[in-house]
């Protein structure tokens, strides 16, 4: 594993409260445009959510309701959230626009952002207590600062760049090993014939159970529902039940019918879901299993419930061997994919890695 030392320090810096508007030249609220009234389109349209920057689509919108790239985003209603937007974008209704476009940029923005964050918990903004303008100018972010008590946006930039910079390192150290792990017998990549399986020939099926939004307590338990986002993932709960376990495949009975999802971890079933048990405990051919469910979901309308019963009858094309399926070609399958996708992750990482340096 590479070592690397790191240069700079949160401890070794001089740190001062600093009020938003001596760290922004510009902060307004953005002009709003209505999401429903819009054509798809190129430029990215930032909402109230919490999640995936921001962004709820890209469309066509007039020219002065596009605000500028290398800009900091705050949902002000809701749960807010501060998002860095690379490229020019325009918003939804109550987004605060933070900008400085003489220091502010994408690495040291990365420093920013959670002190932000921790600032917008620390106030209690929220649902009921909105994120206001004028709130906002009046307060203050502890921030780093050089010896003339100027905010310090070098020390900022190089801290994230020191720790990417390991974390890439680690992670090509990483996926180096699993290449190593990814043994391949390329015999048995060869042709195969195929077959309609049963899923009840390669799986046990189970119930899953629900856990009401009143009974649900936080936790770090992924609670699979019904959902075709996010591994199947509909939240992290502290509760448990009987459905509790790893290395089983969740199928979606209800709302997106039949997509399947794999789960190497201990998770919680919900019962718009069913929680199938491979026979065969491997996370390759479970994968392939996966997939070969979820191709079949194109058949199933919106609003179709896919019971136990009818999952069990619900075939699938699997590779076989003498009739029997075969399990070293799924295998041996899964991992050729990996092992194509490792080769291409670290052929990005030798080239970002130079460049990052140069």
Sequence with gaps: ????????????????????????????????????????????????????????????????????????????????????????????????VLQNNEFINITNSKFLIPIIDNYLKAKGYGYGYPVGKERVLRNKLLLPVDENNQINWHFMEEYIKERENKQRNDLKEYYKSRLLDLVINPDVLNDVEWKEIFIEEVAEIYSGKDIYERERTIGNTPYITATANNNGIGYFVGNENKTMESECISVNRNG?????????????????????????????????????????????????????????????????????????????????????????????????IYIYNV
């Design 1 to 96: 594993m590479v070592k690397t030392m790191y240069k700079y320090h949160l401890a070794d810096v001089k740190w001062k409260e600093m009020y938003f508007i001596d760290i922004f030249d510009n902060i307004y609220i953005a002009k709003s445009t209505d999401q429903n009234k819009l054509k798809v389109g190129n430029v990215p349209f930032i909402g109230r959510s919490s999640i995936n920057n921001g962004l709820q689509g890209e469309y066509f919108v007039e020219k002065e309701k596009i605000n500028k790239g290398n800009s900091l985003t705050i949902s002000m209603v809701g749960e807010p959230k501060c998002f860095y937007q690379k490229y020019s974008f325009t918003c939804s209704q109550n987004i605060l």
């Design 256 to 352: 997106s019918v039949g997509y399947a999802f794999y789960h190497c971890y201990e998770a919680l079933y919900g019962n718009d879901t069913r929680k199938l048990k491979p026979f065969i405990k491997n996370k390759y051919t479970a994968l392939f299993i996966t997939h070969a469910i979820t191709s079949q979901k194109d058949k199933y309308g919106y609003g179709y419930k896919m019971g136990t019963g009818r999952l069990k009858r619900q075939k699938i094309m699997l590779p076989v061997s003498d009739g029997e399926v075969n399990y070293k070609y799924m295998e041996n399958f899964i991992k050729n994919i990996e092992q194509k996708q490792i080769k291409n992750i670290l052929k990005y990482l030798d080239e970002y």
